[in-house]
């Protein structure tokens, strides 16, 4: 089955509040993971990374915190605004043999609505 | 980051034509991909495109369908031939800038369609 996966396919948020967007993974050996921001008719824009030696790391109005106890990721968007409206995808290396340097594996995405 | 450019950004086109995508990088990369994202979809990587040598494909991905070309470090191109309409995806080029930290930046993608 997909490594990667995602809770919600759909979060919808009032402007300024904060959305926060999910992400299991199942492979207990991942060690890096990224979130990408899609706009409509764009390319998948890198947000923020974290490795496995970290818990959390923040970026500008962007938080990821990484469980690997559960093996759950999220991305957290403080004061979400309307240019925040994407498709957000978490992904991974894939670590199989054979596997390219550039393989991510991608979740399904969550589709973020920002209500004004 | 890097500035990357493709080439065209939308086709329409008929059964059993072939286009080839162009993407055009502003900066030093060390490795170039190409993904596809079918509609409503994630995103698969097709290939890794390698300079001067045959690309290499990921399981269900041939090079007699989906040839590629990367004469250069900045320059590739990916041709989709005989197409159908199963073929209708987002096409993204994808790059590994040198100093980035191994991160992987997008191309805006072609949205072809085949009718």
């Known amino acids: 089955g997909e490594s990667v996966g995602l809770h919600l396919p759909t979060l919808s948020v009032q402007e300024g509040d904060n959305s926060i967007i999910n992400c299991a993974y199942s492979n207990s050996a991942s060690d890096y993971f990224i979130w990408y921001k899609q706009e409509s008719g764009k390319g998948p824009q890198f947000i923020i990374d974290i490795r496995s030696n970290m818990d959390k790391r923040q970026g500008q109005r962007v938080t990821v915190l990484l469980n690997k106890t559960v093996k759950h990721l999220s991305l957290q968007i403080a004061a979400t605004q309307p240019g925040d409206s994407a498709v957000y995808f978490c992904a991974e290396p894939w670590v199989g043999y054979g596997g390219s340097q550039g393989n991510l594996i991608f979740g399904k995405g969550t589709k973020l609505s920002v209500k004004p | 980051s890097a500035v990357i450019s493709q080439k065209p950004s939308r086709d329409i086109c008929q059964r059993g034509t072939s286009l080839t995508i162009q993407c055009q990088v502003d900066?030093?990369?060390?490795?170039m991909f190409w993904y596809r994202q079918q509609p409503g979809q994630s995103l698969t990587l097709i290939a890794t495109?390698?300079?001067?040598?045959?690309?290499?494909?990921e399981s269900g991905f041939v090079i007699d369908k989906f040839p590629i070309s990367r004469p250069n470090l900045t320059f590739s191109t990916l041709t989709v031939s005989n197409m159908s309409p199963e073929d209708s995806s987002i096409y993204l080029c994808s790059v590994v800038v040198r100093g980035s930290d191994e991160k992987l930046f997008f191309g805006s993608g072609t949205q072809l369609s085949v009718l």
């Open positions: 900066s030093q990369v060390t490795m």
């Open positions: 495109a390698n300079q001067g040598s045959e690309a290499t494909y």
